[in-house]
């Protein structure tokens, strides 16, 4: 009955942040071993997609510590379904232009930018790692390296460390990654890097 109790909790706990809208709340306030899965989902807004693999599933049954990955996803294609729905008033679960997390991501949809995604890692109910993913779609037939180093730049001062555009570290567990090839930008906080 203890190991139901936790799962009921979670389940419920989750269905009450469904509408979460904590203004003011973005990946700058992401602490690592600090930042609990609750203060996520209460702040940051519903995920996407919730991943538990089955050894943590038991785990969380058993009332032990688990780990657990939270995915929070948007794109242009997504809005464009959302506002579809909308105007035949279709319900919808997820929208992502009302997600705290997704709607202060360092960068927004854009002209470039046609999907952004967010993860976040948990074990034991601390944040381990999270990272943003930048997608760039047709007609960006390269990405403007210089002007996306520039704007990180500027969101976090001048990096301690460049092996290539592949490889930019900045003060703190920062860590910027461009892939010209595969169109995307990656940003991360990687702990220890």
């Not at 599933?57 to 506002?83: A, E, G, I, M, T």
Request: proline share 6%.
């Amino acid at each position: 009955m203890k190991a139901f109790s936790a799962f009921a909790f979670a389940s419920i706990f989750i269905i009450s942040c469904l509408g979460s809208d904590a203004l003011g709340w973005s990946w700058r306030d992401l602490k690592i071993s600090i930042t609990t899965e609750e203060e996520l989902l209460k702040n940051g807004g519903t995920p996407w997609e919730v991943k538990l693999l089955f050894p943590d599933y038991l785990n969380l049954k058993q009332s032990k510590p688990y780990s657990v990955s939270f995915r929070y996803y948007d794109s242009k294609l997504h809005r464009s379904r959302f506002r579809l729905s909308e105007s035949d008033r279709k319900p919808l679960l997820y929208d992502p232009s009302k997600i705290p997390i997704l709607t202060s991501a360092p960068m927004q949809l854009s002209d470039e930018i046609t999907d952004i995604e967010f993860g976040a890692m948990f074990i034991a109910n601390k944040l381990t790692t999270y990272h943003y993913t930048f997608k760039f779609g047709y007609p960006v037939e390269k990405i403007d390296t210089t002007k996306y180093i520039e704007i990180f730049n500027l969101l976090l001062g001048k990096p301690v460390s460049i092996a290539d555009i592949s490889w930019i570290e900045y003060e703190g567990c920062y860590l910027l990654s461009i892939f010209p090839d595969k169109k995307e930008i990656m940003f991360q906080c990687v702990p220890g890097k």
